[in-house]
C-alpha cells in the first residue's frame, strides 16, 4: 500500500511485542514530529445517562434489583470461531457463580452473536437474561456500565467494558494478548499456553486446544475475589 501513501512509515521490529496502541501512537508521532510516550495511554470511557436510562429499563423489564449484582457474559465473537471459548464453559461458569453470589446474569452482544448466545443460554441451569442482538450498542454500553463483572471472549464489547473500568475477564485463545488485549485497570487476561498459540486463525483446524483447556473452575476461581 506504500505506493498510495503521501507519506509510508517502516513498520518498527516491536510491531509484535507491544500493545497495538504504541504502533498508533508510532504513526502519529511520525507524522507529527512528536514522541512516543513509553507508558500506554490511560482509556477513559463513560456512558451517556441516556444510555444508562436506557439500560434501567431494559433491565427493569427483565425483573433486575438494583440491589442484586449484575453480572454479564459475552460468549461471542464476529467472525471467528476460534476465539470462542465453548458455550458450555460459559454455562458452567454462570452455574458455578451463582452458587456463590445473588446475582442477575445477562448475556450482550450484537446479531452475529445470537448462536453462541442462544447456546449458553440453552445450557445454563440458573436464571440468565438473553439480551444478544436485542439492544442498540448504547443500550449495550449502558448496561455493561451497570455491571459488576464481564466475562468475555476477545471481542469489542471487551474493550468497551474494560474502558468503562467494569471488572472485565478475557479469554484469549488464537489470538494475541500482548498486542490486542482490552486496556484498563480491571482487566484479568485468561489464556493457556499451547505450542500454537497465537495462530490468528478465524477457524481452528485442529482441537481448538487453547479454549478447550481452559476449563470453568480455573476462570471461576481467576475472578472469585470480584463476586465479594
Known amino acids: 500500500r506504500s505506493p498510495l501513501l503521501?507519506?509510508?512509515v517502516a513498520v518498527p521490529e516491536w510491531k509484535s511485542s507491544k500493545h497495538e496502541s504504541f504502533y498508533y501512537l508510532a504513526l502519529t508521532a511520525a507524522a507529527s514530529g512528536q514522541s512516543v510516550s513509553p507508558e500506554l495511554p490511560g482509556i477513559e470511557f463513560v456512558a451517556t445517562s441516556s444510555a444508562i436510562n436506557s439500560a434501567r429499563e431494559i433491565l427493569n423489564r427483565m425483573g433486575h434489583k438494583s440491589e442484586r449484582p449484575l453480572i454479564a457474559f459475552g460468549?461471542?465473537?464476529t467472525n471467528s470461531t476460534a476465539k470462542r471459548w465453548p458455550a458450555a464453559y460459559?454455562?458452567?461458569l454462570c452455574t458455578l457463580m451463582?452458587?456463590?453470589?445473588?446475582a442477575d446474569f445477562v448475556i450482550l452482544g450484537g446479531s452475529e452473536d445470537i448462536e453462541a448466545a442462544s447456546q449458553v443460554e440453552s445450557d445454563t441451569k440458573v436464571r440468565l437474561v438473553n439480551l444478544t442482538g436485542k439492544t442498540t450498542l448504547s443500550e449495550a454500553i449502558g448496561i455493561l456500565s451497570l455491571s459488576s463483572v464481564f466475562i468475555s471472549n476477545d471481542m469489542g464489547l471487551a474493550h468497551i467494558g474494560a474502558a468503562l473500568d467494569v471488572r472485565t475477564a478475557?479469554?484469549?485463545?488464537?489470538?494475541?494478548?500482548?498486542t490486542t488485549r482490552p486496556l484498563g485497570k480491571a482487566v484479568k487476561i485468561i489464556r493457556e499456553?499451547?505450542?500454537c498459540s497465537p495462530c490468528m486463525l478465524r477457524i481452528c483446524p485442529i482441537d481448538h486446544r487453547c479454549m478447550n483447556r481452559i476449563h470453568p473452575k480455573r476462570v471461576f476461581e481467576e475472578i472469585r475475589d470480584w463476586l465479594g
Open 170 to 178: 478475557v479469554i484469549f485463545g488464537p489470538t494475541n494478548d500482548v
Open 6 to 8: 503521501t507519506q509510508s
Open 75 to 77: 460468549p461471542g465473537s
Open 98 to 102: 451463582a452458587s456463590v453470589v445473588e
Open 90 to 92: 460459559f454455562s458452567q
Open 193 to 195: 499456553p499451547v505450542e
